[in-house]
């Protein structure tokens, strides 16, 4: 009995590695564009029902480009709030 249950495993572990779907190994990667995986956003706030609300600059290859984008669309959204939402002072 133990030599029958010790067979059946060695028959079962050589499909195993037989299995043509297991023994494929996955390709590298050819003429594909490297992934942009850093996202520049900026905080907004939050919306009525409490969510974060952002504005979404763009993804980077690079976290240094990124950084650069961002206060890049900081620096324009500010000049952007002032000149439209600008207070008239006293003197004018």
């Known amino acids: 009995m133990n030599m029958a249950s010790?067979?059946?495993?060695?028959?079962?572990?050589r499909e195993?590695?037989?299995?043509p779907e297991r023994?494929?190994?996955?390709?590298?990667?050819?003429?594909k564009k490297p992934k942009k995986k850093y996202l520049g956003r900026i905080y907004i706030g939050r919306d009525e029902t409490?969510?974060?609300i952002?504005?979404?600059?763009?993804?980077?290859a690079k976290k240094k480009e990124r950084d650069?984008?961002?206060?890049?669309?900081k620096r324009e959204r500010v000049a952007r709030a002032t000149?439209?939402?600008?207070?008239?002072?006293?003197?004018?």
Do not use: W, Y
């Open 23 to 31: 023994t494929k190994l996955k390709k590298p990667r050819k003429n």
């Open 50 to 52: 409490g969510k974060q």
């Open 54 to 60: 952002f504005e979404h600059v763009g993804r980077f």
């Open 6 to 13: 010790s067979s059946g495993a060695g028959v079962m572990q």
């Open 83 to 92: 000149v439209a939402n600008a207070i008239p002072l006293c003197d004018e």
């Open 68 to 73: 650069e984008a961002v206060e890049q669309a």
């Open 16 to 19: 195993r590695l037989a299995h």
